[in-house]
């Protein structure tokens, strides 16, 4: 069984970083794809990134130049470098694997950027 679970959210100040992790287990991530998506209340989730099997990376426009993906795959781990936060990236942050059998979802990490 796949479980994903997210950590490292918290309250920083616009500019700060943070990075958040995810662990995964029950599969592994190099043979999925991964991706870091965001909801705020009353809006869809979107993409923030993703990461293929083969460590192709996208962004999301919004955050280009400031956020990074990894992965350590002996650690089952993803993890996404926020750097020069805004307050607009304040948000419930999901990791989400992507297998052929599904995506599987973490249960979210809050991230609060105060202006």
């Known amino acids: 069984q796949v479980h994903v679970v997210e950590s490292g959210g918290g309250l920083v100040q616009a500019g700060g970083t943070l990075r958040l992790s995810c662990t995964v287990s029950?599969?592994?991530?190099?043979?999925?794809?991964m991706g870091w998506h965001r909801q705020v209340p009353g809006k869809q989730r979107e993409l923030v990134a993703s990461m293929s099997r083969g460590g192709l990376t996208i962004y999301a426009d919004s955050v280009k130049g400031r956020f990074t993906i990894s992965r350590d795959s002996a650690k089952g781990t993803v993890y996404l470098q926020m750097n020069s936060l805004k307050p607009e990236d304040t948000a419930v942050y999901y990791c989400?694997?992507?297998?052929?059998?599904?995506?599987?979802w973490g249960q979210g990490t809050q991230v609060t950027v105060s202006s």
């Open positions: 989400a694997l992507d297998s052929r059998a599904g995506r599987y």
């Open positions: 029950g599969s592994y991530i190099s043979d999925n794809a």
